[in-house]
Structure formats: C-alpha cells, structure tokens
C-alpha cells in the first residue's frame, strides 16, 4: 500500500516538472532585440549658429527619417540653461529612451546625467566633449579638436614661412564650448614648433555664441589697434574667418596677400574663400555625425559593452594652395 502511494507521488512531480518546462516557466525569457524603431530620441542641439550646425542639423534628422527613428528636437539656442531644462524635460518624458546632447559648454551637465542614469535613459555625448564622468554616458563621438589647433597652426606656420617675427591675431569661438578651448590650446601648442619663424600672437578675442557679426567687429578693432602689424587671423569657425575677411578687404588689405586667414570647418562658404584665395587653409570638422551617434546609442540599448569612452571623428584640411579648379571639384563631392 504504502509503495504504491510513494510511487503516485513521486510520478506526479515528475509530471509537474515536465510541465513547466514545456510551458518554459522554469527558463528565463530570452532579452528583446532593439531596433531603430524602438528608439525615440531627444536630441539638444546647441542652436543655428553656423553652417556646421546646419549640416551636424540636417544629419541627425535625415538620417532619423531614413532609419525611422522617432526625433524629438530641441534648439538651446546656444544657451546651457536650455540643454539643462530639455534634459529634464527628455529624463521625465516616457517615450524618450536616448538623449543626445551637443554641448554648447563643458561643464554644469553632472546632476542631468545623474539623472539621466537613474532613469535608465542612453546618453551619447556627440560633437563636443564635456567635462564629466564618463560613467554618466555610453560614448563620445567628436572632433579631436586639440589636433585641429595643431593642424591650424602648421597651416599658419606655412603661411607666414620665412616671416621672422610674424604677428596673428585670434579671433575665437565661444569661450565656453571645447570645441574653441581646444582648438586654442592646439594653436599654441603648434606654433611654438615653427621651425622658420616666430609667430606672436598679438591679441586673442571670442565671439559669444560664435557670432560673425562679432567677429567682425573684433577683426575691425584689431586693424586699427595693430595697424600695419597683422600678417595672419585664427579664426575658430568658417564664419567667423569670412567676418574677418569682410573687415580686411574694408580696410583696404587683401586677404590672402597682405594677410593670410586660417578658417575651420571647411563649409561649402569656406570653400568659395578658398578658391578665390582669400583663404589660405580650412582645417575640416566632420558634421555628419549621425549615424554613428545613433548606432551607438541603438548598441547601449542593446547591452553592447566594450564601446570606447571617445571615438574620434576622421577629417582632413584644405589649402587655396591646391588651386581652384581642384578645390571646386572636391566642393562638388561634399554634402555641406
Ligand atoms: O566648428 C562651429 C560650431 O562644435 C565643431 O561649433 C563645432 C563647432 C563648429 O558653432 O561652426
């Protein structure tokens, strides 16, 4: 009797176990496979003010469209306030599952990603880096702008060769952004290696927010201050290398002759000043960021680890040098 009964038992758990494991209870769930249509993006672009920002714009919204990814856009207007309240407005929103932040400064963005982190949102940091744990993001993707300073001061270098005592005047980008930090601190860096002359620089001036109509007033002030003295401009955008362009054929100089203009960017508008020879070198900054950016943020969502803190943009530089049919023709192959 009692056999029997132990024998009934122990065939019931057989058939229990045997059961859930066919309903697949006793095994986990396998982990979902995002897609880009899964992701919904806030995107806090740092504002309009260049033909980069146009082209770093368009790329994150076309490519958004292609993949079909749903964009939430916000323009900061070039103000850190606004990125802090879009973060927040992003970190509270529930469809929002990646935040993409292009910094307009380098610092005051800790207690949002904190934020971010505990929300469990994917953050990728692109265009310029940031002052802050790398912990609080997945990635960087962005110019090393520091060898684009150093770049930019080998062109000057050549541009002013055999010059003894050449004098330059800067003229920068917003003070607060990495993007003029760096490319200051490259600059110096590069023409302290000037093997054929000496390059002074003569006074150093930024324009807030990057805005041409400032640089052109800091190029029209620095003319008459150092009047007969100036044989080279760092400018640290396109625009404001045109500005100072404008403020020295004003003066009745020639840019390109009696002075020679170092640009960034290398925008379709840096191309014509090339070519017409008013520019004498544009150090390219790579805009077209976007699918790297968002293929990035797809693998943190996927749990992809290993992804370098920084990925470092490929560009290249361009000189009036390489004449202007060769220059129009290469114009004619870029998308900004
Ligand atoms: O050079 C300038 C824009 O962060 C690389 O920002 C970007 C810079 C670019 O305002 O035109």
Redesign the pocket.
């Known amino acids: 009797m009692m056999m029997s009964r132990m024998l009934r038992i122990a065939a019931a758990i057989a058939v229990s176990g045997a059961l859930a494991a066919c309903s697949g209870s006793a095994a986990s769930p396998s982990p979902k496979v995002y897609t880009y249509k899964d992701m919904t993006v806030g995107f806090i672009q740092?504002g309009s003010?260049?033909?980069?920002?146009a082209a770093?714009t368009s790329s994150f919204k076309e490519t958004a469209t292609a993949d079909g990814i749903n964009l939430k856009f916000y323009d900061s207007q070039n103000k850190i306030e606004n990125q802090i309240t879009a973060f927040n407005q992003y970190i509270q929103d529930p469809a929002v599952n990646v935040i993409i932040l292009?910094a307009v400064g380098t610092t005051g963005y800790d207690d949002v990603l904190k934020a971010a982190k505990a929300a469990n949102k994917v953050v990728v940091i692109e265009?310029?880096r940031i002052e802050a744990d790398a912990s609080l993001y997945y990635t960087y993707i962005?110019?090393d702008?520091d060898k684009e300073g150093n770049n930019g001061a080998a062109a000057m270098c050549t541009a002013l060769k055999g010059m003894s005592g050449a004098n330059v005047v800067e003229i920068g980008?917003?003070q607060a952004?990495s993007?003029a930090i760096d490319r200051a601190k490259g600059f110096r860096e590069g023409i302290a290696n000037c093997t054929d002359e000496s390059i002074k620089i003569l006074d150093t001036q930024s324009a807030p927010a990057?805005d041409p109509v400032q640089g052109k007033a800091i190029m029209e002030s620095d003319l008459k201050k150092y009047s007969g003295q100036i044989q080279g401009v760092y400018a640290?955008?396109?625009?404001l290398a045109i500005a100072a362009i404008q403020a020295i054929d004003a003066a009745g100089l020639k840019a390109g002759t009696d002075v020679k203009v170092i640009g960034?960017?290398a925008t379709a508008d840096g191309f014509k000043y090339l070519i017409s020879g008013e520019m004498f070198a544009d150090i390219e900054?790579n805009?077209l960021l976007a699918p790297q950016v968002y293929k990035a943020a797809l693998d943190a969502l996927n749990g992809v680890t290993g992804q370098a803190a920084w990925v470092p943009s490929q560009e290249g530089q361009f000189f009036a040098s390489q004449g202007a049919d060769a220059l129009k023709a290469i114009l004619a192959t870029r998308k900004y």
Request: proline share 4%.
């Open positions: 740092t003010e260049s033909g980069w920002r770093n292009a265009d310029r962005g110019s702008f980008g917003d952004a993007a990057w640290h955008n396109d625009e960034f960017d900054c805009p």
